[in-house]
């Protein structure tokens, strides 16, 4: 129920962000959330550094270049704690339940506590344009429980720490295909933003799985001698 929640008002603050930003620097925003979580668990040097890295280079990628508006920036920090709270209960509720009813219990929480209120608001406009109904199916299946599920099938086999800065590979993604597919034009800056999170998931990713590649006995022990670590 809790895990429905965040759903709802993460889906809400994104979108409502995006009314007043432009789509990669709200997008940006929101990633910010899970990049801080990974700071704030770190408790080695070198997981510090790839959650750095991974912050330089998103806040990189938000380069507007012209103020923006304090209405955004609301939403688009809201939207970003929901993300950071959305990663931690979705590891949770993956590891309470094997399969992925967990998951559609939460779906079903978020769509009860958002569809009486869109009724109210949009309710009218629904009803000149049915049609839109199929246009919000296709949007719920492609940024709710499309990514959801693969999300979560992720924090099934990865920490939240390494989740979350993988996560902030998604603005670098998206610039990715906006040059292959659009056309779109590369900065200098967004290069090495780029490179910033792309080195910093596969630093977190090398990490974590050197961490869960040592047996038990020697992760048990200090390096280089037979006595309990500490």
């Not at 406009?125 to 990514?147: D, E, K, M, Q």
């Amino acid at each position: 129920m809790a895990l429905g929640a965040v759903f709802a008002a993460m889906n809400v603050a994104y979108f409502q962000a995006i009314e007043h930003l432009p789509i990669g620097v709200a997008s940006t925003i929101e990633l910010l959330g899970p990049v801080t979580l990974a700071v704030a668990m770190s408790r080695h040097w070198r997981h510090v550094v790839g959650a750095l890295m991974a912050l330089a280079g998103v806040l990189l990628l938000a380069s507007p270049g012209s103020e923006l508006p304090v209405t955004g920036l609301v939403f688009g920090v809201l939207a970003a704690t929901c993300r950071a709270l959305y990663v931690v209960l979705n590891r949770r509720v993956g590891s309470l339940f094997d399969d992925w009813s967990g998951l559609a219990v939460a779906l079903a929480v978020g769509a009860c506590l958002l569809t009486p209120v869109m009724a109210v608001t949009h309710g009218a406009a629904i009803a000149r344009h049915p049609h839109l109904l199929l246009t919000g199916l296709l949007v719920a299946l492609l940024s709710s429980l499309i990514p959801y599920s693969l999300d979560m099938t992720a924090l099934r086999r990865i920490d939240v720490r390494a989740f979350g800065i993988l996560l902030a590979m998604s603005p670098a993604v998206g610039a990715g295909i906006g040059f292959v597919l659009l056309d779109e034009h590369i900065t200098v800056r967004q290069s090495v933003a780029i490179a910033l999170v792309v080195v910093a998931g596969a630093w977190s990713v090398k990490t974590a799985d050197n961490r869960a590649d040592r047996p038990p006995e020697e992760a048990a022990t200090k390096p280089g001698t037979g006595t309990p670590a500490p």
